[in-house]
């Protein structure tokens, strides 16, 4: 066993500022309350920090760590299939494909709350269904989310949720003898 | 290799299916609950619109996965190909393929079987891997055991008689 | 293919039917304001200077979405389609 830092202080607790701030607006406060827009900006301010940090921040904290890759998501999936061992430090390409689906749903969900309150589009059909969508794309992207760290936790011996919270990945051994 | 490239295509275009077909199923899923909350669980009794919806919406998920388990196969075929299994031909390839199948290998010892004719060792297997000398060790003696060989040697053997029992392709390749 | 679990015309017919039984099901939705209601209402909120957005059901009420020199309101109407209440978004 081997311990890495991995998550640095900021990007932890914006992950579970997040995940509170995403709870009370989807499930909590009501949706046409005051409450419920100011927790908005409040997390398009978290977003814009994230943004901000994924270009300046630590190692694995920047975007240029986890740049998005078709390919080797792919190539994660044919591992996933043959059942080979790869952990990987940071954000594997697929995390790192949900990690942007989830920054640029969240910010739209956002912005076209937003939109919602002026004059251009306020009353607007379409501008509230697509931030209604957005909520289910969110939502079940989240849940999935869930259920893949659970799955590549497991599936590599490495406790990710842990290592959200702590900032260290416990690397189990790639003793060859 | 044309074959490989066909065939990243095909995984690529089934995981663009999968994600289409999801977001269509979500958005179904949610039209329903939607439907059921605000008009009750009796409107599946009062109406067989809400019922067909939710059928419709079953089966499409019911879709989804059996795409997903075949794509998960295709990636095993396709990363074989990849590792150069198949520096021999279609036929060598197609041949393991179906053994593997009979012996009914896990997908972890497919990859090791394939790995292990090619020539690779055991020490070679395990970092291609990312697993300790130990399982790959433990994961040959249980693909002998159900091939029903002794060694490796044994192994190759099975696969070379079967290739002379096979056809020769009209195609000319190179069999090394 | 011998790697299908299904054979492939079974596996055609899963997902034909998966699809297009999924487009045949429309979208449905929750309206009890006709048109002739809409119509009333939106010519009513004309004629006080107001720019009509939207009206739907909220809570027993009709609400209105409605702007007015630059402003913007929230117009709650009972089921006579009487005004109940006036509520500015700031």
Same mark, same amino acid.
């Given at each position: =066993?081997?311990? @890495? ?5 900021? @990007?932890?607790?914006?992950?579970? *500022? ?20 100011? @927790? +908005? ?22 975007? *240029? ?20 061992? %790869? ?25 076209? +709350?937003? =939109? ?6 306020? +009353? ?37 949720? %842990? ?13 060859? %003898? | 290799?044309?074959?490989?490239? /066909? ?50 919406? &079953? ?11 075949? &794509?998960?196969?295709? &990636? ?6 990849? $590792? ?33 004719? /090619? ?17 790959? /060790? ?6 002998? $055991? /159900? ?30 | 293919?011998?790697? !299908? ?5 079974? !596996? ?39 720019? #009509? ?10 609400? #209105? ?17 009487? #005004? ?7």
């Amino acid at each position: =066993m081997h311990t @890495v830092k991995v998550w640095d202080a900021f @990007v932890r607790l914006f992950h579970w *500022s997040l995940v509170i701030a995403f709870t009370l607006e989807a499930l909590v406060l009501d949706e046409d309350s005051r409450l419920h827009e100011q @927790v +908005g900006y409040f997390v398009l301010a978290l977003i814009g920090a994230r943004i901000i940090w994924g270009l300046v921040g630590t190692k694995y904290a920047r975007f *240029s760590s986890f740049k998005p890759s078709i390919p080797a998501a792919v190539e994660q999936l044919g591992d996933i299939a043959t059942q080979r061992d %790869k952990s990987h430090m940071g954000h594997s390409p697929l995390g790192a494909l949900m990690i942007y689906n989830l920054l640029i749903s969240i910010a739209l969900i956002g912005i076209t +709350g937003w =939109m919602m309150t002026t004059n251009m589009f306020w +009353g607007s059909e379409g501008v509230e269904e697509l931030h209604e969508g957005l909520v289910i794309w969110a939502g079940a992207s989240i849940g999935v989310h869930i259920v893949a760290v659970i799955f590549e936790g497991r599936r590599s011996r490495v406790n990710l949720v %842990k290592a959200m919270v702590t900032g260290y990945k416990t690397l189990p051994d790639q003793d060859r %003898k | 290799m044309m074959h490989y490239e /066909k065939q990243s295509k095909e995984s690529l275009a089934l995981i663009g299916l999968i994600l289409a077909q999801s977001i269509c199923a979500l958005f179904f899923l949610s039209d329903v609950a939607n439907d059921a909350y605000w008009m009750g669980w009796s409107a599946f009794g009062r109406s067989w619109h809400l019922t067909v919806e939710a059928l419709a919406t &079953l089966a499409l998920i019911m879709g989804i996965i059996v795409e997903a388990r075949y &794509l998960m196969q295709m &990636l095993r075929r396709q990363s074989r190909i990849e $590792r150069g299994i198949s520096i021999a031909s279609g036929a060598l390839h197609e041949l393991m393929e179906e053994m593997f199948s009979d012996w009914k290998l896990t997908p972890a010892e497919q990859d090791v079987a394939g790995f292990t004719l /090619k020539g690779y060792s055991i020490g070679e297997v395990a970092d291609m891997r990312g697993s300790r000398e130990g399982t790959i /060790k433990a994961q040959l003696n249980a693909i002998y $055991r /159900k091939a029903g060989v002794e060694n490796r040697g044994q192994l190759v053997s099975l696969l070379i008689e079967d290739l002379m029992r096979a056809p020769l392709i009209k195609r000319k390749t190179a069999m090394i | 293919m011998k790697f !299908l679990p299904l054979k492939p015309l079974t !596996l055609t017919i899963a997902l034909g039917f998966g699809l297009t039984a999924g487009a045949m099901a429309m979208a449905s939705s929750y309206e009890n304001i006709t048109e002739e209601m809409r119509a009333q209402i939106t010519t009513k909120l004309e004629s006080d200077g107001y720019e #009509v957005r939207k009206i739907e059901r909220e809570d027993g009420m009709i609400e #209105v979405y409605a702007l007015k020199d630059g402003q913007r309101f929230e117009i709650y109407l009972d089921k006579d389609l009487k #005004v109940s209440r006036i509520k500015q978004d700031d």
